[in-house]
């Protein structure tokens, strides 16, 4: 990140939530030494991250899922739920294979996840990404996670009630999200511009009432239109 793209716009706020004090501190130095990004805070537990966001209002929370007091799915919901936090995205940490909450964490607000062993460069990408509201991260994994756990639950669903308030070209369109495309990826499949592309994305989220693109895969899978890869 360059110093005048830095300036151009104001820092990414994180606030860190996990409750082990190196996890915490190992971040907070790789962040503090970005132009583009700064810590507003940390929390050891689900009932300080869901405190420190109501106080410090951060564009990204990186949640951990396995903490004290008040879960990282629980502290989610909160967050998500609370007037004036519409626009803080949440970020889980979570670990490959082991981790049955993913799932949850996403339907009660989180806007991706993301490895504990992530690199530092696929950790900072992974902010900026969910800062921007654009995607959702590591495919290939969230196809296996969330297809294996939405999978178990679409039998409860009623796909068409789900999807009756969609046009056809918006439910073309909740399946490329579905499958981890890009707007510009959603484009080039349809034949759309990018930016007619991210009208039909923003307005199928919209009617489906999801937070985020995040929300929009997990609807996308409970509802049949994608199906799990595993």
Partial sequence: MTAAAA??????????????????SG???LLDLEDD???VG?????AEAVDQAR?????VVLMDIRMPRLDGIQATARIAATRGLEQVRILILTTYDT???????LHAGASGFLLKDAGPAELLHAIRVVAAGDALLAPRITRRLIGQFASRRTAARTAEDRLAVLTEREREVLALVGQGLSNH??????????????????RAMAKLGARDRAQMVVIAYQTGLVSPAL
């Fill in 99 to 105: 981790d049955e909450y993913v799932f949850d964490a």
């Fill in 7 to 24: 300036s151009a716009n104001p820092p990414i706020k994180v606030l860190l939530a996990d409750d082990e004090g190196l996890v915490r």
């Fill in 185 to 202: 990826e959603i484009g080039a499949e349809l034949f759309l511009s990018p930016s007619t592309a991210r009208t039909h994305v923003s």
């Fill in 55 to 59: 106080a410090t209002r951060p564009d």
């Fill in 37 to 39: 990004i700064t810590v």
């Fill in 27 to 29: 971040f907070r130095v």
């Fill in 42 to 46: 940390e929390a050891t537990n689900g």
